[in-house]
């Protein structure tokens, strides 16, 4: 399946807004917890095996790292923070760049939050939609590695998700089941960020 953002490529990274590309066109930020599969889902849907793996060269973890798909469109994928034990000072700063990000950055469109199916709604996860809620940023999220329960199990997950979801007043929230392994969910994956990119439909999926 071609999409029409193959030819995305790496822009810059910036440490803060005021650093980041100017604030026009429209952008969607990727965000997850560490080892929730954002990296595979940016490159899956780029089609490209290494795109995301600039953000994990020394320095540009704790960044906004933006990836251009054409002149008016892109991709920023967000820090996200798991395993590794951060010092409270770095976190702090992380959160400040990223509240600013999301109240200031007029050209976001959506936030596109990756969490692994078998372990959603981490407080990463709650901070994200709150911030989304707060913001009235339209949210898309992903359960990604739904290859690693039955088809049955998956989806049992999505709906208990999604009720918690929908339990929250003034979030604009939709969901789906991803697997950059088996390339389940691409097409819609695909479809909110061309809608969300406002895609030229000629280039579309």
């Given at each position: 399946?071609?999409?029409?953002?193959?030819?995305?490529?790496?822009?810059?990274?910036?440490?803060?807004?005021?650093?980041?590309?100017?604030?026009?066109?429209?952008?969607?930020?990727?965000?997850?917890?560490?080892?929730?599969?954002?990296?595979?889902?940016?490159?899956?849907?780029?089609?490209?095996?290494?795109?995301?793996?600039?953000?994990?060269?020394?320095?540009?973890?704790?960044?906004?790292?933006?990836?251009?798909?054409?002149?008016?469109r892109?991709?920023?994928?967000?820090?996200?923070?798991?395993?590794?034990?951060?010092?409270?000072?770095?976190?702090?700063?992380?959160?400040?760049?990223?509240?600013?990000?999301?109240?200031?950055?007029?050209?976001?469109?959506?936030?596109?939050?990756?969490?692994d199916?078998?372990?959603?709604l981490?407080?990463?996860?709650?901070?994200?939609?709150?911030?989304?809620?707060?913001?009235?940023?339209?949210?898309?999220?992903?359960?990604?590695?739904?290859?690693?329960?039955?088809?049955?199990?998956?989806?049992?997950?999505?709906?208990?998700?999604?009720?918690?979801?929908?339990?929250?007043?003034?979030?604009?929230?939709?969901?789906?089941?991803?697997?950059?392994?088996?390339?389940?969910?691409?097409?819609?994956?695909?479809?909110?960020?061309?809608?969300?990119?406002?895609?030229?439909?000629?280039?579309?999926?």
């Amino acid at each position: 399946m071609n999409t029409p953002y193959q030819n995305t490529h790496y822009l810059t990274s910036a440490p803060s807004v005021k650093n980041a590309p100017p604030d026009e066109g429209f952008e969607v930020a990727f965000a997850g917890r560490s080892n929730a599969g954002k990296s595979s889902a940016i490159n899956v849907i780029t089609q490209q095996k290494a795109l995301a793996r600039v953000s994990k060269t020394p320095g540009r973890t704790q960044m906004l790292n933006f990836f251009r798909v054409d002149d008016e469109r892109r991709l920023v994928d967000l820090p996200g923070y798991g395993y590794a034990q951060v010092p409270e000072a770095i976190q702090k700063t992380w959160r400040q760049a990223l509240e600013t990000y999301f109240s200031e950055r007029r050209s976001l469109r959506g936030v596109f939050l990756v969490m692994d199916i078998r372990h959603p709604l981490t407080p990463f996860d709650h901070r994200m939609i709150e911030w989304c809620r707060h913001w009235e940023l339209p949210l898309h999220i992903a359960l990604t590695k739904a290859d690693k329960l039955s088809r049955g199990g998956a989806l049992q997950t999505l709906r208990k998700v999604e009720a918690e979801l929908n339990a929250q007043e003034g979030l604009k929230v939709t969901l789906q089941l991803f697997s950059a392994l088996k390339r389940l969910g691409l097409e819609e994956a695909c479809a909110v960020l061309d809608r969300w990119l406002e895609m030229p439909q000629s280039h579309a999926v």
